[in-house]
């Protein structure tokens, strides 16, 4: 993927690998560059390109960008599974197939769709998928499905803040951001369908028995007073509706990759840590293509290197698998050649920096400690001053 002058973007080169975290600060354009990553995941968005019109620019309204086109942007997107080419020069979007014209690529295009909507509607449980109302119903999710990957926006722990009242909010048509409530729409189907899903490395359960919530310590039946979603702590409702989500998407086949923004929000830093490696072993052990992290931790980098060092100990020293497993867990690795961590810095000379090490495949040590670092030398500093008061005293 490249964008450049697009928005705050300036110039972005990137390796959209299995697992991609974007660290920087507020107003870096992480969340316009997984935004626009998750557009050019979007098969509707292909045929609106090879249509023409103002629809080519719908979803970028939806995401709230429209307004970052500049004279100078431009956007180029490969998708290698099935070599699409989309590119946005000189105001104008292109999307390329080799050997297929406009005409063959709308109709491969069109029947993925198709194919894709009518799997997901019998996942649902929908035995008439022409029936009359079947847009108003499932409108928004079957847009959402032709995309296959689902944006997780930072203020998902609205989900579990308006956990019983979703439905209501969603019939009510109040203004929220778009990709908000297509999250809030997989979270309402997720509940259904889980029924009772527990989280190991939190150790709770969540239940929806008879129309009620239900959260509670421990596994399977109540261990302790169950408490409502919206009685738990904030972390609880930002991690909760967002691993259902994503089981219940794996499971019915609806998307296989998935944009989280800050995973790190509302966990203490070694809750972050159970979340990377349960977020890694969800990979392992499903047909997820990928996540896309955008971050401000560094202990979600700090975590991933470890992670990626224990997958480099086991892919090149197999006799080392179960040492390894021992001190990170079975499924909580990931190789480094599937991971790709950039730093985006509006300040900097280089705005895109790629993080990792090309000789170890590792995130750079001094990269890590990089904020650490500045917090010691103010220490110091002030230390010093303090040293020098109690001299004279």
């Known amino acids: 993927m490249i964008i450049r002058n697009f928005g705050p973007v300036k110039d972005l080169e990137a390796d959209i690998k299995t697992f991609t975290i974007f ?9 316009t560059v997984s935004k626009v990553l998750t557009i050019c995941r979007d098969l509707n968005w292909y ?30 997107y ?29 109709g491969f ?59 209501s909010v969603m019939a009510a048509k109040i ?12 979270f309402e189907k997720a509940k259904s369908a889980l029924k009772e899903y527990y989280v190991p490395f939190l150790d709770v359960t969540y ?27 904030s972390g609880l409702q930002s991690v909760l509706p967002l691993l259902m989500s994503i089981d219940y998407s794996l499971k019915s086949k609806y998307f296989n990759t998935f944009v989280i923004e800050e995973p790190e929000q509302n966990l203490f830093p070694s809750n972050q840590r159970e979340l990377l490696a349960h977020l890694v072993s969800i990979y392992n052990l499903s047909e997820t293509y990928g996540m896309v992290l955008t971050t401000h931790s560094p202990y979600i980098l700090s975590c991933m290197n470890v992670l990626m ?11 080392l698998r179960q040492e390894v497993i021992d001190i990170v867990g079975q499924y909580h690795y990931v190789s480094p050649q599937q991971v790709a961590v950039y730093k985006l810095d509006t300040l900097a000379a280089k705005y895109c920096e790629d ?29 010093e001053i303090y040293r020098k008061q109690l001299l004279k005293k």
């Open 78 to 106: 490969f998708r290698p599974q099935d070599d699409v080419e989309v590119e946005y020069k000189e105001g104008i979007f292109h999307l390329r197939i080799d050997g297929m014209s406009s005409d063959e690529a709308r």
């Open 109 to 167: 295009f069109s029947k993925q769709i198709i194919e894709a909507n009518k799997d997901f509607l019998v996942q649902l449980g929908v035995t008439d998928i022409n029936q009359p109302d079947i847009e108003e119903k499932y409108g928004r999710l079957l847009q959402a499905n032709a995309r296959t990957m689902l944006y997780i926006p930072a203020e998902r722990s609205l989900a579990g803040m308006l956990s019983t009242s979703l439905a």
């Open 355 to 383: 993080m990792k090490n090309p000789k170890t495949g590792l995130i750079g040590i001094n990269s890590l400690d990089a904020v650490s670092e500045y917090i010691g030398e103010d220490y110091d500093r002030l230390f």
């Open 207 to 233: 239940a929806l028995k008879e129309g009620v919530e239900k959260v509670w310590l421990g596994k399977g039946e109540e261990k302790h007073e169950p408490l409502s979603m919206q009685s738990c702590s």
């Open 309 to 319: 060092l224990a997958g480099k100990l086991i892919i090149g020293h197999p006799e």
């Open 175 to 186: 203004p929220l951001y778009d990709a908000l409530l297509e999250y809030m729409s997989v």
């Open 47 to 76: 045929i609106q390109i090879l249509q023409g019109g103002a629809g080519m620019l719908e979803p970028f309204r939806k995401f709230c960008l429209d307004e970052f086109f500049q004279d100078e942007t431009y956007i180029y």
């Open 23 to 31: 660290i920087g600060s507020q107003g870096s354009g992480k969340s």
